[in-house]
């Protein structure tokens, strides 16, 4: 007998809906129904609790090829949410680019400054530099918090947003001619790519 239909058959012995056993193992009644359709296995700090809730050893609910394929989903799951921690804190750092002297001021002042001080371009195309910074700097924020309470949906979506958020801003300060301020965004977006690249191998 698979795992999923042990698990079944130990819920329904108990006489528990799938919602009450996420319940009682504080999951989601989707993860519940996931592993009792033969479609995914649990952690194993779940399957610890599942062995716990129901009495039963983790050698009696999983055979040791399922268990292998369990600590393999678990160790993606964990490369996952690394990477998905360093590209967000990746989207925090490109707020440096409001403090760094790396914008060109004009023709009139052949030195960079800050963001902050940058005087020599147009005030509306200094407000589209803060709000691709500003907004990057909200996504890394948004993907760093769910990353504490393990949604991996969420951090997926903010990956992805993330990754279209940093090719828009090389291509808005290269694009207003700021290389120095593209070359920072560029770099980044390249770090989080081999990541991304990486946690897929």
């Known amino acids: 007998m698979e795992f ?6 130990l819920r329904k012995s108990k006489g528990l809906t799938q919602e009450e056993l996420a319940e009682a193992l504080y ?5 519940v129904s996931k592993w009792e359709s033969g479609r995914g296995y649990p952690s194993i700090d779940s399957l610890k609790e599942i062995s716990r809730f129901f009495g039963v050893t983790i050698d009696e609910l999983i055979c040791p090829q399922e268990m292998m394929t369990a600590a393999e989903n678990d160790k993606r799951q964990s490369i996952g ?29 052949p030195a960079s400054v800050s963001l902050f001080r940058l005087t020599g371009v147009q005030p509306w195309l200094k407000i589209v530099f803060i709000a691709v910074i500003g907004i990057i700097f909200l996504n ?52 989080k790519t081999w990541l991304m690249i990486r946690g897929r191998e």
């Open 4 to 9: 999923h239909e042990k698990l079944q058959e």
């Open 27 to 31: 999951v989601s009644r989707t993860a």
């Open 140 to 191: 890394g924020i948004c993907g760093l918090v769910p990353a504490r309470f393990n949604k991996p949906a969420w951090s997926k979506h903010r990956l992805v947003t993330g990754m279209a958020l940093s090719v828009t801003a090389v291509g808005v300060f290269i694009a207003a001619r700021q290389p120095y301020a593209g070359i920072v965004c560029f770099s980044i977006l390249v770090i």
């Open 81 to 109: 949410r690394y990477i998905s921690v360093i590209c967000n804190a990746l989207d925090l750092l490109t707020a440096v680019l409001l403090f760094l002297p790396v914008f060109g001021n004009g023709a009139d002042s």
